[in-house]
């Protein structure tokens, strides 16, 4: 399999704030488009994102429909700071996965105030846990994870409000 990133956010009006969340070092891409039904009906379980907005998908090239190398390149990041130093979310490792791709994209995505509602998926498959939490805390759990392969993290989809 591989990792998934995908998502939506409400209103509509955000699509100019989630075109910004993007890395600039074009080692990603950012499709705003339509999901998986299935993927878009788990999301919209959540009051707060049934109203119109956008949906995309954050993924590693437009050659992929994947973001799995965005996965490893942070995770590889991860891996030079002790277990110790990313527990404590030293200011360091904050900001050296902030300075990856997909590091960049989750910082900007949740702390974009335009957006008032959203939702994002970090998957291998499906969603096996959802968090409804404040962006804060949606980071802190990003941050937690990412260290893990790909394939062994707890494939969230992170719900927060502005």
């Given at each position: 399999?591989?990792?998934?990133?995908?998502?939506?956010?409400?209103?509509?009006?955000?699509?100019?704030?989630?075109?910004?969340c993007?890395a600039?070092?074009?080692?990603?891409?950012?499709?705003?488009?339509?999901?998986?039904?299935?993927?878009?009906?788990?999301?919209?379980?959540?009051?707060?994102?049934?109203?119109?907005?956008?949906?995309?998908?954050?993924?590693s090239?437009?050659?992929?429909?994947?973001?799995?190398?965005?996965?490893?390149?942070?995770?590889e990041?991860?891996?030079?700071?002790?277990?110790a130093?990313?527990?404590?979310?030293?200011i360091?490792?904050?900001?050296?996965?902030k300075a990856?791709?997909?590091?960049?994209?989750?910082?900007?995505?949740?702390?974009?105030?335009?957006?008032k509602?959203?939702?994002?998926?970090l998957?291998?498959?499906?969603?096996?846990?959802?968090?409804?939490?404040?962006?804060?805390?949606c980071?802190?759990?990003?941050l937690k994870?990412?260290?893990?392969?790909?394939?062994c993290?707890?494939?969230?989809?992170?719900?927060?409000?502005?």
């Amino acid at each position: 399999m591989s990792l998934y990133c995908f998502g939506k956010v409400v209103p509509g009006g955000a699509r100019s704030a989630l075109e910004k969340c993007v890395a600039d070092d074009n080692s990603a891409y950012l499709y705003l488009c339509d999901i998986d039904p299935e993927d878009l009906s788990t999301i919209c379980e959540f009051d707060e994102l049934k109203p119109v907005g956008i949906t995309f998908r954050y993924v590693s090239s437009v050659d992929h429909s994947d973001a799995t190398t965005l996965w490893l390149a942070a995770s590889e990041v991860a891996a030079r700071f002790s277990e110790a130093e990313r527990n404590l979310l030293n200011i360091d490792y904050v900001d050296a996965i902030k300075a990856t791709a997909l590091g960049g994209f989750v910082w900007n995505l949740l702390n974009c105030t335009e957006v008032k509602h959203g939702a994002l998926a970090l998957v291998d498959g499906g969603v096996e846990t959802m968090l409804q939490v404040s962006s804060d805390e949606c980071w802190r759990h990003f941050l937690k994870i990412i260290p893990q392969p790909w394939d062994c993290q707890d494939n969230p989809l992170f719900i927060w409000s502005h």
